[in-house]
């Protein structure tokens, strides 16, 4: 369903020059599949997110988004995607229900569909209380779970979330947690980068760990137990993070 190949960013950045990055990195996510990003600060998670997301334009190499190459035909592939990140557009002058109203109308979903999906986001992320409160108003954890049902709301084939539970409580964590298993029991794509150990060892299929931009070790956690002798992840990224440094 995602297939990215060789993919490069260089940024030009007038102090600091020339920064890669994401270094010549590919890896798959097939449909039914959750695919974990794990790196430090600035290893290139979001920049890796942005481009597959169409929000950002690589320096070279590409990724296909179910077929469709996301350079040749960005739009299309833009419709099969929901991106998730920490400053995705909110409208702090909506309520959660306007906002999802708003983007369902830029999808072409009739407002009564859109009322009815919100409504079942509602009750999954528990966001009832706050439905018609200004987005303005709403704690952090809240205004990310108006984000998520913004993200979700088109029924994307392929769910894309940079540090979904960054900043969120337990229990919020557990709700989007639930909602990326559903995800992938809907055989959508799911890929997503967090800075918890615990948490990728839970939810996800494959991971991808990821130190300046580059891959240095890819494929289930079993697997990688067997490479390193180590059971918990944490160990199995500090080992791996090592070996390169
Ligand atoms: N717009 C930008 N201009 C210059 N450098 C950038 C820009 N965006 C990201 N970077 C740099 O690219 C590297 C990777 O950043 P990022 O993808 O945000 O990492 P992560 O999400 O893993 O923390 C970092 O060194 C960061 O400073
Ligand atoms: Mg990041």
Redesign the pocket.
Known sequence: MVKVESLLKI?R?KK?GE?I??DNLSFECKSGMILGVL??????????LRILATLLKPTSGTAFIDGINILEKPDRAKERIGFLSGDTGLYRRLTPRELVCYFGELYDIPKKESNKRLEKFAEQLDMKEFLDTKIDKLSTGQKQKVSIARTMLHNPKVLIM?EPTAGLDIIASENIVQLIYEAKSQNRAVIF?THMMYEAQKVCDEIIIIHR?KLIRSGSIDKMRSETGMEDLDNIFIESIREVI
């Open positions: 940024f950045d600091r920064i990055a994401v790196g430090l600060n600035g290893a290139g998670k979001t920049t890796t940079d980068s931009g």
